[in-house]
């Protein structure tokens, strides 16, 4: 990985466009700390050593969602949008032929995208001035700018407060929208995936300062916790790198045919399955679903529930074991929904049928849209449980801490490390692609 960035150093039109997309990074995380107007966060709103929405939009944003800066609500809105649109794609026509209409559809698409963006944005920067208006410091301070005694404006000056609040967050999303469309066209990556992969980058510092503090608390158990701990980690880096590379090949042999004097056909390929093939959105949409009740109960005041509401959404926090298991049926349900979509096994049979093609052994039609199923039944199956590995080992990790008396909590979870490594990865492959078009040799050569 190190050479690859160094040999695309040398390269000037590479290293113009690794330099960009430094600058973009660069002036997101500038944003990241600029505070909204009128709002005073001096202490983080999202509750330490809890699952809720909360933290995963503030480990989406790099912390910026904690303390209510300009990019707060960072590629969120947009990520949401996109596999809002994604699904409608299958269930709507008129989205559905607009993806078929080739460069031209994909841009309606996109812009469709676009506006559902900024839609998406403003339902979550209002939510988000609605939870900053309920929120107290311990001290009774509020989190947003009072009057002269304390209290919270009313009247016009609310409203106002509120407009500014919420087009402010709106702006900054849309911006951030347009930072990673740049970096589509003139830098190195997938703009959005770059941004998200800054974000959660910068919170590294964070947490190896929380290990460096659970070493220096002077239990005996955490000078071995700690270092096992880290080198479980970077086994959990090589290990998403494993995963992110494995596929399973499906072998195809296509018939010779003759058209005119010439032959055309004979040769046998292979069609790639990749092990995990939905990526990390079966584990941010289960988190996504887990973190909706502990969100919820944020809003109520815990002095008014009962014992048995209490015990419901102690159900859905990570330390518990019930978490765990419902965590790991909807990663499950997820990986199938989305290979359903991604794969069709009839259009895939029915295209080799039609390229004069064939899986040997098995008969064209019928039986090899079934064998190409159960494959990716399987295929989907595996990877769908080495996801769930990689996702709960934080939450494990907890657990087996309290059982021996030493509570430790990791920000760091499963779905940081496959989103991190799967955007270094796509990063070098996409550098080392364009060094082999700038290398290639062409036929006048």
């Not at 029915?350 to 064939?358: A, D, E, L, P, Q």
Request: charged share 15%.
């Amino acid at each position: 990985m190190i050479s690859t960035f160094i040999n695309a150093w040398k390269i000037a039109d590479l290293r113009k466009k690794m330099l960009f997309t430094a600058l973009i990074i660069l002036i997101f995380r500038i944003g990241a700390k600029i505070p909204v107007p009128f709002t005073d966060i001096t202490q983080g709103i999202v509750p330490e050593n809890t699952e809720s929405f909360m933290s995963f939009l503030n480990m989406m944003s790099g912390d910026a969602f904690n303390y209510g800066t300009l990019f707060a609500l960072s590629v969120t809105p947009y990520i949401n949008s996109s596999i809002i649109i994604q699904l409608l794609t299958v269930a709507i026509p008129a989205l559905e032929k607009l993806s078929k209409e080739g460069e031209e559809g994909r841009k309606k698409i996109a812009t469709i995208t676009r506006y559902t963006t900024i839609a998406l944005a403003l339902l979550q920067s209002t939510a988000y001035f609605i939870y900053l208006r309920s929120l107290q410091t311990d001290d009774g301070k509020y989190y947003i700018v009072t009057d002269a005694n304390g209290e919270l404006f009313t009247g016009f000056s609310a409203v106002l407060q509120a407009l500014v609040i919420i087009l402010v967050l709106t702006a900054g999303s849309s911006l951030i929208m347009w930072l990673g469309e740049q970096i589509n066209e003139k830098g190195i990556g997938n703009g959005i995936s770059m941004i998200l992969f800054a974000g959660i980058v910068a919170r590294l510092p964070d947490i190896c300062k929380v290990l460096y503090e659970y070493m220096d608390i002077g239990k005996g158990a955490y000078y071995a916790l700690v270092p096992i701990v880290v080198i479980l980690l970077l086994a959990m880096v090589a290990f998403v790198v494993w995963m992110d590379n494995a596929e399973r090949r499906i072998p195809v042999q296509y018939a010779k045919r003759v058209v005119g004097r010439k032959m055309y056909g004979g040769q046998s390929t292979h069609i790639p399955i990749k092990v995990n093939m939905s990526g990390v959105l079966p584990v941010i949409f289960a988190s996504s679903i887990l973190s909706i009740p502990p969100t919820v109960q944020m809003f109520m005041d815990a002095t008014k529930m009962k014992d048995s509401t209490k015990a419901f959404f102690a159900i859905f926090q990570s330390t518990h074991w019930a978490y765990a298991i419902m965590y790991f049926f909807l990663i499950l349900f997820f990986a199938y929904f989305y290979a359903s979509i991604q794969y069709n096994a009839v259009e895939m049979a029915n295209n080799i049928r039609k390229n004069s093609g064939m899986i040997p052994g098995i008969r064209p039609g019928k039986s090899t849209a079934d064998y190409i199923q159960k494959i990716l039944n399987r295929i989907t199956l595996l990877g769908a449980l080495l996801l769930s590995v990689v996702a709960l080992f934080p939450n494990l990790l907890t657990l087996f801490s309290q059982l021996i008396q030493h509570p430790m909590y990791i920000s760091l979870g499963g779905t940081s490390i496959i989103i991190v490594v799967g955007v270094a990865l796509e990063t070098v492959k996409s550098l080392e692609s364009q060094m082999m078009m700038r290398h290639y040799k062409g036929f006048l050569d």
